[in-house]
Every structure is written in C-alpha cells, then in structure tokens.
C-alpha cells in the first residue's frame, strides 16, 4: 500500500510513554514528511543531547516552543536560526528511539505540528514512539518497494493488515503481516516513489533501525477490553 494521506486533530495532553519530559506540550502531527532535514550536529551533554538540525521549509514560521516530528519523534524547538533550529533531547529519548544514532550529516524526516483546521486525509501521529524496528529486507519492485520490517515484542499486536504504522514518522498502511510463535514478529510496508524520493525510507537497508508508532486507536481499544472493561460498556 502507497504512503497514507496527512491527518489533522487536536493537541492532547501528554501520556507517560512520551519520550522525555523535554518537550512542554504534546502535539499531533500527519505523518506526511514536509522536508527531508539534515543534522548540522550533535552536542553530547551529561544528561542530554542537543540536535541542531538543517529544514529550510520547517524553520520558515516556526519559533522557540514549537513542535516538530524528528524522525518520528516530537521534539520542542529550543533555538532557531533559520534554516536550522535546535531541540534538547533526554538520555530517554535517546535511548527509546533511533535518534541515539544520529550524526552530523544525517538526513531525518521532519514535520511541523498540526494546526486546528488543517485537512485530514490518513491517520492521527502522536510523535511517541513505541519501539525500534529493524529493517529485514527491501525488495525493488517497478512501482514501488517492499519493506519488512522486524518488530520489538509487545508491539505487534497493535498491528493490523490494511491498518495504520508511523515509520520514522512516515504514515504507511500495512500490507502484510508475519511471524508465529517463537518467531521474530514482522510487517511490510509499500513504498511508491515519492516516499522514497522525499523521505529517509529511500535509503534504508536490510539492518537499519526505524522508529515505530502504532495506530494510538488500538491502544485505547486494549485499555478499554482489557484494562477496564466497565468503560466498554457504558
């Protein structure tokens, strides 16, 4: 299935699986990349990382506090100077998800936070990330590429075949499905050509670590099934 259309909604307040306390507001974002960013640099601090990232389009109406999706990830704007801005990142941060592994030079999807109004067209993207994956394989097709994907215990439940997944912030619908007990859990994603073209999965290799977020939906689903089925009924 090709890339999903850009989703609106509303600020929320955030959840404890938000990586790192940094940022002052949750947002929602699209899951359609507006800019393939670059890292200018990564300044290693005792307890944080501060990530001055290159964006052109993204730093053009953006101030101190804002929010913008690196690589999946919300981050908070803590510098601007256009074309680049700067967001202070948590050890947690950096550990929960694959931005530990950037490097000046690196290129990163970005996207600015939703605004009330905006269109909505795929699925609603939180910018908490809920586990790593890593790239199996990647198959070149005429149209389009084939991307599987290894997923981290836990998370293939929320997983469902023609349903929704934010891979280093990239909205995709999952094609296919895999993996038996005992087995490594795996999904496939489509890619046409534009997402290959305008978004880091054009460059992606068997071995590459990806930030996933699953469909906020089914983890609210689960909590009102399992945790306090009382709420389904009322």
Not at 38 to 58: I, K, P, S
Not at 133 to 161: A, F, M, Q
């Amino acid at each position: 299935m090709p890339a999903r259309c850009r989703a609106r909604a509303f600020a929320r307040p955030r959840s404890r699986w938000e990586i790192g306390p940094e940022e002052a507001q949750a947002r929602m974002f699209t899951g359609i990349v507006e800019e393939l960013g670059e890292v200018v640099d990564v300044e290693h601090l005792a307890e944080t990382a501060r990530l001055t990232v290159r964006g052109a389009l993204v730093t053009a109406d953006i101030a101190h506090g804002d929010s913008i999706a690196v690589n999946g990830v919300c981050l908070t704007v803590t510098d601007t100077a256009e074309p680049t801005f700067a967001a202070d990142v948590m050890a947690e941060t950096l550990n929960r998800s694959a931005l530990g592994a950037l490097e000046p030079g690196s290129p990163v999807n970005l996207e600015r936070s939703l605004r009330v109004g905006d269109r909505l067209g795929g699925h609603m993207v939180q910018g908490h990330v809920d586990g790593v994956g890593t790239v199996i394989s990647r198959v070149t097709g005429d149209r389009w590429d084939v991307v599987r994907i290894g997923v981290p215990p836990g998370l293939s439940r929320y997983l469902v075949e023609k349903g929704s997944v934010a891979v280093d912030g990239v909205s995709l619908t999952v094609s296919a499905l895999g993996g038996g007990p005992g087995e490594q859990a795996w999904f496939e994603v489509s890619l046409i050509p534009t997402t290959l073209a305008v978004t880091t999965l054009g460059q992606i290799t068997p071995g590459g670590r990806v930030n996933l977020e699953a469909d906020v939906i089914g983890k609210y689903v689960e909590r009102m099934l399992r945790a306090e089925p009382e709420m389904a009924r009322s």
